[in-house]
């Protein structure tokens, strides 16, 4: 599923760079399916019985390609991120740390070959994966530090949001996982329609801050 729904983004950007025919011969999408099956081939089972794979992927291009997705570099990481937390959802796959895509240079490929190392990278501090997906599909990835949220300037994630108080909420890093903590709002914190004071989140939870919405991604 991750694989089809990144598939069927390229398809809405056909268009666009996306629908470009490389001299080199990649497409995306071969980089999508490759990077799939890196996850797939290098799954393990860690102590506690779940299924890890890697977060961490390293895409190896020719000196020449590599020039031709300059342009493109940013939109397709982004992309083949998104694909890969698509696809651990789907198959129930877990990740040490936030998933990450770089794309480097290997002189010794030609132009048209590519390679795909993925590796399992805990996050800072033996923080575990997970993101907030903001209103404008921005993505704001958890760490080891504690997270701010409300109307002051000098939060994490500030909002224009008058039903928000100044110091609204934190996310905190607590084990493996995150917990969100409302700080005594006026309006209060709600997690999938339910108000709450404390909540370790999982992932899909919808969370609402006065009037702006947002999802806990666990990846």
Same mark, same amino acid.
Not at 67 to 94: K, V, W
């Given at each position: 599923m991750g694989l089809k729904g990144f598939e069927r983004r390229l398809e809405r950007m056909v268009e666009g760079v996306f629908g470009t025919v490389f001299k080199g011969g990649i497409r995306p999408v071969e980089l999508g399916r490759r990077l799939i099956r890196e996850m797939d081939d290098e799954r393990t089972v860690d102590v506690r019985g779940r299924?890890?794979?890697?977060?961490?992927?390293?895409?190896?291009?020719?000196? +020449?390609? $590599? #020039?031709?997705?300059?342009?493109?570099?940013?939109?397709?990481?982004?992309?083949?991120?998104?694909?890969?937390?698509?696809? +651990?959802? $789907? #198959?129930?796959?877990?990740?040490?740390?936030?998933?990450?895509?770089?794309?480097?240079?290997?002189?010794?490929?030609?132009q048209g070959s590519f390679q795909i190392t993925g590796r399992m990278k805990q996050g800072e501090g033996g923080a575990g994966a997970g993101s907030l997906l903001l209103p404008t599909n921005d993505r704001v990835p958890l760490g080891e530090h504690v997270l701010t949220i409300g109307r002051l300037p000098e939060g994490n994630i500030v909002l224009a949001d008058p039903n928000v108080s100044r110091n609204h909420a934190e996310i905190r890093p607590r084990g493996t996982g995150y917990v969100l903590v409302d700080l005594g709002s006026t309006n209060g914190t709600r997690v999938n329609g339910v108000r709450v004071s404390e909540h370790e989140l999982v992932d899909g939870d919808e969370l609402m801050f006065g009037n702006t919405r947002m999802r806990f991604e666990a990846s």
């Open positions: 299924a890890v794979v890697p977060n961490h992927f390293s895409i190896e291009l020719s000196a +020449a390609d $590599d #020039e031709q997705f300059t342009d493109i570099a940013d939109t397709m990481t982004r992309e083949l991120a998104d694909a890969a937390r698509e696809h +651990a959802r $789907d #198959e129930g796959y877990n990740f040490l740390g936030p998933v990450e895509v770089e794309m480097v240079v290997n002189e010794s490929l030609r």
